[in-house]
């Protein structure tokens, strides 16, 4: 569910009554094993939804952007507490809906409840393509696989054609993304910059050759150009 892609009376209908959650970079709004009594939606900003394993080391479950929910999943499946862990990558502005309300005004509307369904339909499947595409492949296919897909989501297109990532993400969060070392994944981007695909500058990546980065492709199928 995109809750910019419902219409205004339906907005509304899911947001009355919801509190205003401003919140920093970095701002935690819940970790695994706090209640999951309510839900999210991103008005402005990002958030990072992660999971914490027990060697202390951290995976990067998805990125939810304005207009996305999240910590519905918990809810969803009939669970008291959450699983993941919620942080915000850039300042954020929020809705926090209660789950249990949340839940009542589903019931009560055909159309919300099968936009839900929907959304959490998609969300599950690309997770499992996306595990399925990663499965297997080396620390550097899964790096070239992850800039094309935040290309694909979140690129910035600049005059001379490359992609910049309008993500403010650093080493260890693309790290957690592929499952590798902080030290790992900066050596793999130096391989990548010194074979001219890519710049990093600070926190900025920006894609030189889009074309070799096959998930972003995706995002020049769906342009569409004036007539």
């Known amino acids: 569910m995109n809750l910019f892609d419902l219409d205004a009376p339906q907005r509304d ?6 509190r205003s959650v401003s919140c920093a970079r970095g701002d935690l709004l819940f970790t695994a094993g706090d209640p999951a009594d309510s839900i999210y939606f991103v008005m402005e900003g ?8 027990s060697s202390g080391a951290e995976s990067i479950v998805g990125i939810r952007n304005p207009g996305n929910l999240f910590g519905e999943l918990g809810w969803a499946m009939g669970e008291s507490t959450r699983s ?25 509307d055909e159309v919300l ?20 595409e990663l499965a297997g492949k080396s620390v550097p296919g899964r790096l070239v696989d992850i800039l094309g897909r935040l290309a694909a989501d979140h690129g910035i297109e600049e005059s001379d054609g490359s992609l910049r990532l309008g993500l403010d993400l650093t080493h260890k969060d693309l790290a957690d993304l592929i499952g590798t070392s902080r030290e790992t994944l900066t050596k793999e981007l130096g391989v990548l910059a010194d074979v001219g695909l890519l710049r990093v500058a600070h926190r900025t990546i920006v894609l030189l050759q889009p074309q070799a980065f096959p998930f972003a492709r995706r995002r020049e199928q769906i342009v569409v150009k004036p007539v």
């Open 13 to 18: 209908v899911l947001l009355r009554g919801a």
């Open 46 to 53: 990002r958030i990072k939804i992660f999971r914490t394993h």
């Open 84 to 108: 993941n862990s919620a942080s915000a990558l850039v300042a954020s502005d929020l809705r926090r809906v209660d789950a249990g309300e949340f839940g009542r005004k589903l019931r009560a």
């Open 113 to 132: 409840a099968a936009a839900f369904a929907r959304g959490l339909v998609r969300r599950l499947t690309a997770v499992e393509r996306e595990l399925s």
